[in-house]
């Protein structure tokens, strides 16, 4: 099994900060890339972030300049720190890994951390 924790979500201002973690857990051979998805009520499920082992990352193209993702790779911890968040931006945040197991390759998802961005 393959768990993913995240952590760090809430509810802020227009304009705050908030630090998504999300550390992974189990028996893992390996992990390749991680990242963060999001959901907002009514929408479809969309990409905000990934990123590698060796550190390249992909953003979502309106992201670019306010999110950072992050990881450490010698604690499986993958990071998302938000800035000058909007209430366009309030929706669940999905932790996603790249994970081998057992000689398998497959993807994982956290449950989800809400956050929530108020005018």
């Known amino acids: 099994q393959v768990q993913l924790v995240e952590s760090g979500g809430g509810l802020v201002q227009a304009g705050g900060s908030l630090r998504l973690s999300c550390a992974a857990s189990?028996?893992?051979?390996?992990?390749?890339?991680m990242g963060w998805y999001r959901q907002a009520p009514g929408k479809q499920r969309e990409l905000v972030a990934t990123?590698?082992?060796?550190?390249?990352?992909n953003y979502k193209d309106v992201l670019k300049g306010r999110f950072t993702i992050s990881r450490d790779n010698a604690k499986n911890t993958v990071y998302l720190q938000m800035n000058s968040l909007a209430p366009e931006d309030t929706a669940v945040y999905l932790c996603?890994?790249?994970?081998?197991?057992?000689?398998?390759?497959?993807?994982?998802w956290g449950q989800g951390t809400q956050v929530t961005v108020s005018v």
């Open positions: 996603y890994a790249n994970a081998a197991r057992w000689g398998s390759r497959g993807a994982y």
């Open positions: 189990g028996d893992i051979s390996s992990i390749s890339a």
């Open positions: 990123i590698t082992t060796r550190g390249d990352t």
